[in-house]
């Protein structure tokens, strides 16, 4: 590592040169396509273009990258919802939207890559506390999202006052992670559309 003077005259360590955004981006594209198990620190270093040493020394170790990773891409798929959902004028306008975004992501090439929290899910919860945590929050998130927009429509009359919003929403959150699942079969757009515009059908 190079090293330079501070003001007091002490060395110190250059900081990291490297777009950290950037770099979890190739990593989390590497756990996705491989799984968490079958990708080595090579494959990542390889893909994030750092050397080992300076995955080391930001991660610790492999798991680190994947954590790492694991909140890149929560970051990233929330803001695209939320984004999506906030330009509805209703609340079942927002529901439909968030289904849009799965269906979106569950054909070509992302389709067959899979989600990263759903893969986390058979992958990881039953030897990693901490994964099993974030998969949890992650799921509970896109609930708690689903249960808000259904109350949001009863308030403005787009949804039956009789709906149980919180068992639909968790037959939805079911729904969309299989969505997640089915579109790394290499299915169409048109396909996973109408499964968002049939799931729609439950509000009916």
């Known amino acids: 590592m190079t090293t330079t003077l501070s003001s007091t005259g002490k060395l110190r360590g250059r ?30 270093t390889e893909a994030m ?9 930001a991660f610790k170790d492999k798991r680190g990258v994947f954590l790492a990773a694991f ?4 970051s990233v798929r929330l803001g695209v ?15 439909f939207a968030m289904l849009q975004v799965y269906a979106n992501a569950s054909h070509g090439v992302e389709g067959r890559r899979g989600c990263l929290v759903v893969n986390s899910a058979t992958d990881m919860v039953l030897f990693d506390e901490e994964a099993a945590r974030r998969v949890a929050a992650a799921f509970e ?6 249960v808000d927009l ?6 403005d009359g787009s949804i039956r006052a009789d709906v149980d919003a919180e068992a639909v929403s968790r037959t939805l959150l079911c ?21 968002a515009e049939t799931a729609m059908k439950l509000l009916n």
Do not use: C
């Open 15 to 44: 900081p990291r040169e490297f777009d950290m955004d950037a770099a979890l981006d190739q990593a989390l594209r590497v756990f996705s396509e491989r799984g968490y198990h079958a990708t080595s620190i090579s494959e990542l």
């Open 49 to 57: 273009g750092l050397t080992s040493g300076s995955v080391y020394k």
């Open 71 to 74: 909140d890149r891409y929560r």
């Open 81 to 95: 919802l939320r984004n999506d959902v906030s330009k509805a004028e209703t609340g079942r306008d927002g529901l």
């Open 141 to 146: 998130t896109d609930e708690r999202v689903m």
């Open 150 to 155: 259904i109350k949001l429509g009863q308030s």
């Open 175 to 195: 729904l969309m992670k299989g969505m997640r699942i089915v579109g790394k079969t290499d299915r169409s757009h048109a396909e996973m559309k109408a499964v």
